[in-house]
């Protein structure tokens, strides 16, 4: 079965700096990988879904790396935010017969002004 | 606008007080699931839904029921709630499943006390 790894659980970075989200998967096999984003309280925002197929998506300001042969995915946030201060996951298919997304315990950011 | 929708948004109930929380979706889709996050574990998925009338059990099903009778709708009941149920619980949908190019939408997650 699937598991999911995301190191550090936590990083503190000074507004405007670049910075990238690790995330590791143990199955090659994945076809797709989802990266979210959770604020306190509320729900899970989907960022970017990264299909197999491809190595990099794009949204404004954020970049989703895949690589099945690593079993890496990273998240780069160019000239972060305070806004962006959140907690990230990313999530992948549990594997063949299994038909649920299996999830890191996420990154909390911060991103102090 | 594409969403999920879950109600409530919060309760606190007591022990062994059936109750009820609701999914709805409005994107025609045809996979629906549940998950609970707590501190320390993660999200762990209690039961999903193939179709209208297609439901299987995921990692901690016990002590909870589905049902699946309209494609947008997928509430979750918890018929004897307990104190280890208290949670943060999301509802999930997507177009179908094991499909690359398909992505999972969340609702805005229901935050369950039981005392």
């Known amino acids: 079965k699937q598991e999911v790894t995301q190191i550090p659980a936590a990083l503190s970075v000074p507004e405007g700096e670049n910075l990238v989200l690790n995330c590791s998967f143990t199955?090659?096999?994945?076809?797709?990988l989802q990266w979210f984003r959770q604020d306190p309280g509320k729900g899970l925002t989907s960022l970017l879904l990264?299909?197999?197929?491809?190595r990099e998506q794009t949204s404004g300001r954020l970049n989703a790396s895949l690589d099945k042969s690593s079993g890496r995915s990273t998240l780069y946030i160019a000239a972060s935010q305070p806004g962006d201060s959140a907690t990230y996951l990313c999530?992948?298919?549990?594997?063949?017969?299994?038909?649920?997304?299996?999830f890191g315990k996420g990154t909390k950011l911060s991103v102090i002004p | 606008e594409a969403q999920v929708t879950q109600n409530p948004r919060y309760l606190i109930t007591v022990t062994g007080k059936k109750l009820t929380v609701t999914c709805s979706q409005n994107?025609?889709?045809?996979?629906m699931s549940w998950y609970r996050q707590d501190p320390g574990l993660g999200l762990r998925q209690i039961y999903y839904?193939?179709?209208?009338?297609?439901?299987d059990k995921g990692d901690v099903p016990e002590g909870y029921k589905v049902s699946r009778k309209e494609k947008r709708n997928f509430p979750l009941i918890l018929e004897s709630p307990s104190p280890n149920q208290t949670s943060l619980y999301f509802c999930?949908?997507?177009?179908?499943?094991?499909?690359?190019?398909?992505?999972?939408?969340f609702g805005q997650g229901t935050r369950l006390t039981v005392v």
């Open positions: 839904s193939m179709n209208v009338e297609v439901t």
């Open positions: 999930a949908s997507s177009l179908v499943f094991e499909t690359a190019n398909t992505e999972a939408f």
């Open positions: 999530a992948g298919p549990s594997g063949a017969g299994s038909y649920q997304l299996t």
């Open positions: 199955d090659s096999a994945i076809y797709n």
């Open positions: 994107m025609n889709h045809e996979y």
């Open positions: 990264i299909q197999s197929s491809q």
